[in-house]
């Protein structure tokens, strides 16, 4: 009767041991996909955003800028680019949106994840006005443009002469309806 219960105590804190270690795995994966990034050139993060400081226009040169639409898989959203692909001067301000339509029967919300590539042009690209900036929300069955206003950095490197934004559109209707009910009082009752 010992020996089994030596092994079962075994098996627990295996378990136990397992279940931190998984934990810590997931907790580490974000700074390490992040370095992987880094390394392999994939997955480019625009970081500059807000108002742009005046630059000068090279007119002398023209960036192809293609702008690409994608679905989550548990996203339904009709979700497309106005414009699948643009000329544009660096340090021109450049201006288009994307168009989102709710075929469904409710309400949802979603949130837009960008990526640039090649990802050395993500610190050259600078997002004046981005609707990823935000949630955005939408009725059952209604369509929105979504607008994009940017800058490419004049001091983009010569060799850079196509860049790709893409956007992958998220249904986040669940995770806020999940932290509402979380924050209700306890009364018996669902709100939304």
Known sequence: MAQLQRKH?????NLLLSSVLMFGFGFALVPLY???????GLNGKVTRTGPAEPMLVDRS???SLQLTAVNNEAMPWLFEPMTAEMNIHPGMT???????RNPTGKT???QAVPSVAPAEAAAYVQKINC???ERQSLEAGQQQEMPLLFVIDPDLPDHISKITLSYTLFDITPQLQASHYAEQPQTGRFML
């Open 131 to 133: 609707f990823c900036f």
């Open 108 to 110: 949802m919300i979603a």
């Open 34 to 40: 992040d370095v992987f990034c880094d390394i392999t």
């Open 9 to 13: 105590t075994k098996v627990v804190r």
């Open 61 to 63: 040169r023209t960036v």
């Open 94 to 100: 450049g201006q288009t949106a994307f168009i989102a």
